[in-house]
């Protein structure tokens, strides 16, 4: 094995030139001495993140949801998210970052039980978590900043959580020297129009930009905040917004209450031929249509969906819950691009997305829409200065411990080059010197 230095942006990295083969065994050596002793005997389950997570596929978002049905009685006080998608069903278990209890590992033998009694079959494979990292010159100055204008409500020590559990968390670095160029990664957020009306007051910046929405930290990190709107004119679908995706989110007092309306909305879901997005929380049930899935081919809202969206308010109300469209909200980052193909290559292999097939887009997404769609703008090269300089925003990737040789193998292969390693973390570069870090628990 040859190790080198290189001279990268503004730092002097490590690049390891190996045998890809002799590295990946290295790797898996590592990887297996350090899985989580805690979930043994547990196959379906990993330790991402923090939480006992698993995936269950399932063939149609109704016999995900008898899978949801039966998590909520095994689950019963204990604190959990569950995400219902047309192809399965995703549970994280615990709080964030605690330790695994005895009463967690119960809940997690109950739920594999169920599902093998569902006949779903789990994919260790599926589960992985996106982040956002911020080099901030002082976290104090900017963290109140983000905390507007993304509305999360938790900060769990240096992070912000997401009240919903649905976006990625966002911590904070030290930024050192300091890095004064406009990023190559920006963030956009759209919220309903009050929320980004106070987010804007609380900032006390008029937003500027080409099309008058960013709002920038006091170290530049720009913001994209768009007010989003509502789903069609007639009350019949007044609970529900259209911010990127068609969403809408129903207070519930339990699981369990979730859990019945999550089940007629995949019947009405499969009947309509529409993938829609279900996830429930022990206090609400967010349904969501995915970015864009509810417009026709030219932007606008397609009547069967409409329809689908009425119907699901009717049956909402009709067991008694209120909507808070307050609560609903859509993330994504877009990166700037030189060459976009070979750049969103690297970050479609790197993340396991999809490319999105309309021409007009630059998407990649998640296959199980369970993480945040990036998108990829033009830069001009000669804009030396930019591209040399390190980004102030990064993107972490946790995943389970088994399987990170195999990622970190994909990334490279895509024209990824490995510039930082440390037990349980890879920081990976993609051919334009944006970074993505790869975790794991063991880190």
Request: aromatic share 6%.
């Amino acid at each position: 094995m040859t190790v080198r230095n290189i001279a990268y942006g503004e730092r002097d990295v490590t690049t390891v030139s190996a045998d890809r083969n002799s590295h990946r065994e290295t790797m898996m050596t590592r990887s297996t001495a350090s899985q989580v002793p805690d979930l043994a005997g547990t196959p379906d389950w990993r330790l991402v993140a923090g939480q006992p997570s698993a995936w269950f596929e399932a063939p149609t978002t109704s016999a995900g949801a008898e899978l949801v049905a039966r998590i909520t009685r095994v689950a019963a006080g204990a604190p959990a998210a569950i995400d219902l998608r047309a192809g399965g069903v995703r549970v994280r278990l615990g709080a964030q970052g605690g330790a695994i209890t005895g009463e967690d590992l119960e809940v997690v033998r109950a739920v594999s039980a169920a599902a093998r009694d569902l006949a779903l079959v789990a994919d260790p494979a599926a589960l992985q978590v996106v982040r956002l990292v911020i080099d901030a010159s002082d976290r104090t100055a900017v963290l109140p900043f983000w905390r507007s204008v993304l509305g999360y409500g938790a900060d769990c020590g240096d992070t912000l959580i997401d009240r919903l559990g649905r976006w990625p968390a966002v911590s904070f670095v030290p930024q050192d020297p300091p890095r004064p160029l406009r990023n190559r990664m920006h963030v956009d957020v759209v919220r309903v129009a009050e929320s980004v009306t106070a987010a804007r007051e609380a900032t006390g910046q008029v937003p500027h930009g080409p099309f008058g929405l960013a709002l920038a930290d006091p170290d530049g990190n720009v913001v994209d905040l768009v007010p989003g709107g509502n789903l069609g004119d007639g009350p019949e679908t007044s609970d529900w917004r259209a911010i990127f995706g068609a969403m809408t989110h129903y207070r519930t007092d339990s699981l369990a209450q979730g859990s019945a309306l999550a089940t007629i909305v995949a019947t009405l879901a499969d009947e309509a031929g529409e993938p829609l997005l279900v996830d429930l929380r022990p206090d609400g049930v967010t349904i969501d249509s995915g970015k864009d899935q509810f417009e026709d081919a030219d932007g606008g809202t397609r009547a069967a969906f409409i329809e689908l969206a009425a119907a699901i308010q009717a049956a909402a109300r009709g067991l008694g819950l209120s909507a808070a469209p307050d609560q609903v909200g859509f993330v994504q980052y877009g990166i700037d691009a030189v060459d976009i193909p070979a750049t969103r290559a690297f970050w479609t292999a790197a993340l396991g997305y999809r490319l999105d097939p309309r021409a007009h887009l630059t998407d990649i997404y998640d296959p199980r829409r369970l993480n945040p769609v990036l998108f990829f703008q033009d830069i001009d090269a000669s804009e030396e200065d930019r591209l040399r300089q390190r980004d102030r925003l990064h993107l972490e990737l946790f995943v389970p411990d088994d399987l990170a040789p195999a990622r970190l193998e994909d990334a490279t292969a895509a024209g990824g080059r490995l510039v930082g390693e440390a037990p349980g973390r890879w920081t990976v570069a993609d051919p334009e010197g944006n970074e993505l870090t790869l975790r794991t628990d063991s880190a």
